[in-house]
């Protein structure tokens, strides 16, 4: 495993939670890296994405205003902030990288597996 996901649990509605992604084995540091999610019998979708220096992201409108998406290159870590959280943000969280440059379209490489959010209203 290149990338882990961790961080998901069980929240309320209008509550947050905080995904970390982890790299091993290698280093991605100078990679575009991004968080996708499933929901259950829908198609996976990017929710947000960071360039390699952190100076660019991209929000998918449905997260605008409540996630925030970071990075720690020294660390190699990525982070999803999500605040005042929905039912419909349930879905199996995914990280992602590419060293290909940030882009909505950008094909991702490298993928973690999942971590389950589950937000109850």
């Known amino acids: 495993v290149q990338l882990q996901a961790s961080g998901g649990g069980s929240v309320q509605a209008g509550g947050s939670l905080r995904l970390s992604c982890a790299a091993s084995?290698?280093?991605?540091?100078?990679?575009?890296k991004g968080w996708f999610r499933q929901a259950p019998g829908k198609e996976s979708e990017l929710v947000a994405a960071?360039?390699?220096?952190?100076?660019?992201?991209y929000y998918a409108d449905s997260v605008k205003g409540r996630f925030t998406i970071s990075r720690d290159n020294a660390k190699d870590m990525v982070y999803l902030q999500m605040n005042s959280l929905k039912p419909e943000d349930t879905a199996v969280y995914y990280c992602?990288?590419?060293?290909?440059?940030?882009?909505?379209?950008?094909?991702?490489?490298?993928w973690g597996r999942g971590t389950l959010v589950t937000v109850s209203s």
């Open positions: 992602a990288a590419t060293p290909r440059a940030l882009s909505v379209a950008t094909r991702y490489d490298v």
């Open positions: 084995g290698r280093t991605f540091s100078r990679y575009t």
């Open positions: 960071v360039g390699w220096s952190g100076s660019s992201a």
